[in-house]
């Protein structure tokens, strides 16, 4: 009986304790995914510039919307997905969430191997505070003190970085105001994690394929060795799990509070940054102690709370 009550107590999460859960680990396997990449197979030589980093893209777009379809069919749930898309009138409103998206699966991948895995992430760094600003001006969301001071806090630090950046890169921009318009668009449409993501893959699917096609005709598909067939699949699932997890994050924060736990994700990524050989000058770290420092004070603002 008392073992029962501990293991009732012991797992029993809130829906913000899950989300914040969800949240955190989709954070560090989401800054796996710059890694990953670094290893893809060898790349012919094309006209198109960065043609590597599109080719990737759409292979992330083409198993991800794979993997939904398997994922969704054994577990019983893809009679929903043609309940969606039955309905045609809604078409266009998937096409808008996928256009919205589209920029970010692009750029996670593109930027990496364009050595601007630090322009990501000073991007991910500004992009909480526009969430947070969105939700308290939009939604109505109040904060607690802590989170606010931890705002202030990331704030200075982000401030700080523009100040001694040597130009803002237009990657920054991209990212900060391409998510928070990605998610105002979901909580105007909710639906399930899974569906969505499934859908925005679906519908993005013509134009990977054509433009894989236009980087490499399919003749020369055949000729791709199944070593890189495997690869192509674990990055699909690379991107595919921790972009669920983070819907659905998401949909069980306020977007405040979700907005202050994305300052992981971009810590780890310049974590992954310096591992691949970025550097960063000694005027630089003050921005990712006081990131640092308002991440620590959101674990205690949460602990508390949960206490």
Same mark, same amino acid.
């Given at each position: ?193 899974? @569906?969505?993501? &499934?859908?925005?893959?679906?519908? *993005? #699917? ?5 433009? =894989? %096609?236009? $980087?490499?005709? /399919? ?15 674990? @990055?699909?699932? &690379?991107?595919?799990?921790?972009? *669920? #997890? ?5 949909? =069980? %924060?306020? $977007?405040?509070? /979700? ?15 310096? @591992? ?15 990131? =640092? %420092?308002? $991440? ?12």
């Amino acid at each position: 009986m008392a073992l029962s009550k501990l293991n009732s107590k012991t797992f029993h999460f809130s829906p913000q304790q899950k989300g914040v859960i969800a949240s955190v680990i989709a954070s560090c396997l989401f800054a796996l995914l710059p890694l990953y990449v670094q290893f893809q197979p060898d790349w012919p030589e094309t006209a198109v510039a960065g043609g590597a980093g599109h080719w990737l893209t759409g292979q992330r777009i083409l198993w991800s919307a794979v993997i939904m379809l398997v994922g969704l069919t054994l577990v019983g749930r893809i009679s929903t997905l043609w309940e969606q898309l039955k309905q045609w009138r809604l078409w266009p409103r998937f096409l808008l969430s996928a256009c919205l998206i589209a920029p970010q699966f692009w750029l996670f991948i593109w930027a990496p191997l364009q050595g601007e895995i630090l322009s990501v992430a000073l991007g991910y760094f500004a992009l909480p505070l526009v969430l947070v600003a969105v939700g308290y001006f939009v939604y109505g969301e109040q904060l607690t003190r802590t989170q606010v001071i931890a705002c202030f806090i990331a704030a200075c630090g982000v401030v700080y970085a523009y100040v001694i950046a040597d130009g803002i890169s237009w990657i920054v921009f991209v990212v900060a105001l391409g998510y928070p318009l990605y998610f105002m668009n979901r909580r105007r449409h909710p639906m399930a994690s899974d @569906l969505v993501f &499934t859908l925005d893959n679906l519908f *993005l #699917l013509p134009f990977a394929l054509l433009a =894989m %096609l236009y $980087l490499q005709p /399919f003749s020369d598909w055949q000729k791709i060795e199944i070593s890189s067939w495997v690869y192509y699949l674990g @990055l699909g699932l &690379t991107g595919t799990l921790p972009m *669920l #997890l983070f819907l659905y994050a998401s949909q =069980m %924060l306020p $977007l405040s509070l /979700f907005g202050l736990l994305t300052y992981l994700e971009p810590t780890l990524v310049f974590c992954v940054g310096l @591992l691949l050989g970025e550097r960063v000058e000694l005027i630089q770290w003050p921005i990712y102690g006081a990131i =640092m %420092l308002a $991440l620590v004070l959101i674990a205690i603002d949460s602990s508390k709370r949960r206490a």
